[in-house]
């Protein structure tokens, strides 16, 4: 990540600089909105946006504007998807709607993705029409991948198929968005904005596993929290439903485990199941089949005399961090 990370660290700056919201006027709505903002993630698709201008040209104002608006719409789908969990910490802190109410949560969520449209049709005007054809898109899909989320929730029984289009929506999409529309504030041919895009869904596919995988496999002192994390929420992620697929074929009381009343019990238990069902090398080798179809993509702009260098290192961080 050596040259990626001045690129994320120079937007960082540029994000805290910008001044988004009006100063001293309601608080109550935009206090929130910064409490949530400055508690920052990896920033990947904003960084991802400015990766791909940079590898097409020369990155200029509008590409900025087009990252933050990325990062404002990531950032009102988490404030959204935390009060639809009930979810009492964001990245170590109070949630907005635990540190303020559910009603203050909703709405500074609302004006978050309002500004994120402010800043993404920030553009020339030739470009705008592609560019909210695009970002309009991913949002509603986005939104479907949330709706699927929580209906499978509730259902019996998810393939994984299901699964696997359910987080192609709910995180994919905006990966590849924040890559093509770069691309066409760029004015790259329509082959590179696809490839571009195709890139950022395998690599968000990767990305989830990953995050599957560390849940469950990953160490507490590696991830910063007790492993096990999505079974004790009673997740249906991948691990779950292949597990359970295996069960069933190697006639395994599924429901014994899954039932297990004393927490860390279960949890011990299940994740001694899925280590002897082999689970965590078949989402390894998951990963492994997105992550190389994202590298193939990376070959493909490669051999367009493209330099990739920043994107793969950026993919090789994404899908070998331990947290």
């Known amino acids: 990540m050596k040259d990626v990370l001045p690129v994320i660290n120079t937007f960082e700056k540029y994000f805290q600089n910008e001044n988004i919201f009006p ?3 309601l608080m109550n709505l935009y206090e929130p909105c910064s409490y949530f903002l400055s508690n920052s993630g990896k920033r990947i698709r904003p960084c991802l946006c400015l990766l791909a201008a940079e590898m097409l040209g020369e990155v200029d104002e509008e590409i900025y504007k087009l990252a933050i608006g990325i990062e404002l719409f990531h950032n009102f789908t988490l404030l959204h998807d935390d009060i639809m969990d009930d979810a009492p910490l964001r990245r170590g802190k109070p949630t907005v709607h635990e540190k303020y109410s559910n009603s203050t949560a909703i709405l500074s969520g609302d004006v978050l993705s309002i500004y994120a449209y402010k800043y993404i049709t920030d553009v020339n005007s030739n470009k705008l029409p592609e560019i909210l054809e695009v970002f ?10 949330q709706q699927l989320d929580m209906d499978y929730e509730n259902e019996e029984n998810v393939s994984l198929e299901e699964y696997l289009e359910m987080i192609r929506l709910k995180t994919s999409v905006l990966l590849g968005c924040s890559l093509k529309l770069a691309a066409i504030s760029m004015d790259a041919k329509k082959e590179i904005k696809e490839l571009l895009y195709d890139f950022g869904i395998f690599l968000g596919m990767a990305f989830q596993l ?15 929290k007790l492993p096990g994390g999505d079974i004790r929420s009673n997740k249906k992620t991948a691990l779950y439903i292949i597990s359970k697929e295996l069960s069933t074929k190697e006639n395994v009381d599924w429901n014994k485990y899954w039932n297990i009343e004393d927490e860390e019990l279960k949890v011990n238990e299940i994740i001694n199941l ?8 078949i989402l390894i080798d998951m990963i492994k089949e997105y992550s190389d179809k994202a590298n193939d993509i990376l070959n493909q702009l490669s051999d367009k005399d493209y330099n990739v260098a920043k994107l793969e290192q950026i993919t090789n961080y994404l899908l070998h961090r331990k947290k």
Request: with cysteine.
């Open 274 to 281: 899925w280590k002897k069902q082999n689970i965590d090398k």
């Open 210 to 224: 990953k995050d599957d995988y560390l849940d469950t496999f990953g160490s507490k002192s590696e991830i910063g």
């Open 23 to 25: 100063e001293n006027y």
């Open 136 to 145: 309009n898109k991913t949002a509603i899909e986005v939104c479907e991948g």
